[in-house]
């Protein structure tokens, strides 16, 4: 895959010089892109700080979060259980997938495992982009395909004392159409 060249892109073309490339990486790689399953809290900013690059003109962040209610009734917790060989194989096709449509320079896809509470972080998805579409529309795309495709399921515990296995919900891939091809 070819580099992107700054001046390829009309919105910033005149910020920096016409022969710089920011280290963009078309292959997924454990050096760039972070894959985590825990037991633990997650954190944004240790999500934002493996993407951070002084090429990075932007950081975009997706932070889900246990809701509170479900159809009206009070939310307890969610229990999460994940495959995670599996999950960090069908992990590394995903980025690869988003780094096909969008240039980026660093995601993260952190997940809890375990008893999370509302009100508590289960899943952060971070990217880095020179450019704020790239990172806005890869974030889009990951989250959506996680949701979708990775080995991690939840089990809804209500006040009332009922549980309720959720599926992974198929998302319209449809919408994460490929970034234009450079000029």
């Known amino acids: 895959m070819a ?4 001046e390829d892109h009309a919105c910033c073309a005149h910020q920096l010089p016409p022969d710089y490339v920011p280290a963009h990486h078309a292959d997924a790689s454990e050096d760039y892109d972070h894959f985590l ?7 944004l900013d240790r999500a934002c700080a493996l993407v951070r690059s002084d090429a990075a003109g932007a950081i975009s962040t997706f932070e889900g979060t246990t809701r509170g209610t479900f159809d009206g009734k009070r939310v307890v917790r969610l229990e999460y259980e994940a495959y995670e060989p599996m999950a960090k194989k069908e992990w590394l096709k995903i980025v690869q997938e988003a780094r096909s449509k969008y240039h980026l320079l660093g995601t993260v896809m952190h997940h809890r495992i ?11 998805v971070a990217a880095s982009s020179a450019h704020r ?10 989250i959506d395909s996680l949701k979708a495709r990775l080995p991690v399921w939840k ?5 009332d ?3 309720t296995w959720k599926q992974n919900e198929p998302a319209d891939m449809a919408t994460h159409q490929p970034a234009a091809a450079p000029q």
Do not use: C, W, Y
């Not at 580099?3 to 700054?6: A, P, S, T, V, W």
């Not at 089990?155 to 006040?159: I, V």
């Open 161 to 163: 004392g009922t549980d």
């Open 3 to 6: 580099e992107k060249r700054m």
């Open 114 to 124: 375990g008893e999370v509470a509302a009100g508590q972080t289960s899943v952060i």
């Open 133 to 142: 579409a790239d990172a806005l529309g890869a974030v889009h795309f990951l």
């Open 37 to 43: 399953i825990s037991a633990e809290p997650l954190s």
């Open 155 to 159: 089990k809804e515990l209500l006040d």
